[in-house]
């Protein structure tokens, strides 16, 4: 007896699993035979939901889910409270939530402790790849870039280009900063784009750790 055929709902539905999935492997670097080893679902199985020939069960999206450190209705719409499966035309652009953690200076550098303050949600289709988190900035050394009080997207790196507005851990580790990087040389300077703040030179005596790249700032009214 010959199988039924998928109906329009079906598909739709593996579409947004392939679509999901493409996304947020990508930004996360996973990739397919990393995550048959953090469910446990057979790789065959995940080039499936991948190429979008076929829709996982609600307990292997679960487990995908989890893997990605996401929301099941992030990657199956049968979890979404707001979405008609019947009707994923309409569906708005996935998003995804982003960690708020402390404060960073546009001054002097500042403690910050890795407090968790919230979330702030985004467009999936409008993030770079890179595991992202945001800061909120305090001070106007970085103004008029980066007012003070903005959230500002960092993308975790060792390294930035030069002229790059980076994160940067400074005293031990114990107190952070955002500046503009510049490089002369073998010297490293942290550059205020306000005029009236003095530069800071890293050296062996001012030692410091770039932790992640500017992406770009949000703030509210």
């Not at 593996?14 to 048959?36: F, G, H, P, W």
């Not at 002229?163 to 990087?181: S, Y």
Request: glycine share 6%; aromatic share 6%.
């Amino acid at each position: 007896m010959p199988r039924p055929k998928n109906t329009p709902m079906q598909e739709s539905m593996k579409q947004y699993v392939k679509e999901a999935l493409a996304t947020y492997m990508n930004s996360r670097k996973i990739s397919q035979t990393d995550l048959s080893v953090k469910t446990g679902i057979p790789k065959t199985t995940i080039n499936g939901y991948v190429n979008g020939t076929s829709l996982p069960t609600p307990g292997n999206s679960e487990k995908l889910s989890r893997a990605l450190g996401i929301d099941k209705g992030d990657i199956d719409p049968r979890f979404r409270d707001d979405v008609d499966a019947s009707n994923l035309s309409k569906v708005e652009p996935m998003t995804i939530k982003i960690p708020v953690l402390g404060k960073i200076a546009c001054g002097e550098p500042i403690y910050v402790a890795e407090n968790f303050s919230g979330y702030q949600y985004e467009s999936i289709t409008d993030l770079p790849s890179g595991n992202l988190y945001y800061l909120e900035t305090e001070g106007k050394s970085m103004e008029p870039t980066i007012p003070n009080g903005s959230k500002v997207l960092i993308r975790e790196q060792p390294e930035v280009e030069n002229g790059e507005i980076a994160a940067v851990l400074l005293n031990d580790e114990t107190e952070a900063t955002l500046k503009r990087v510049k490089k002369q040389g073998n010297t490293i300077i942290l550059m205020p784009d306000n005029p009236s703040f003095e530069p800071y030179i890293i050296d062996k005596d001012h030692p410091a750790r770039i932790i992640g790249k500017a992406i770009r700032f949000t703030q509210n009214l």
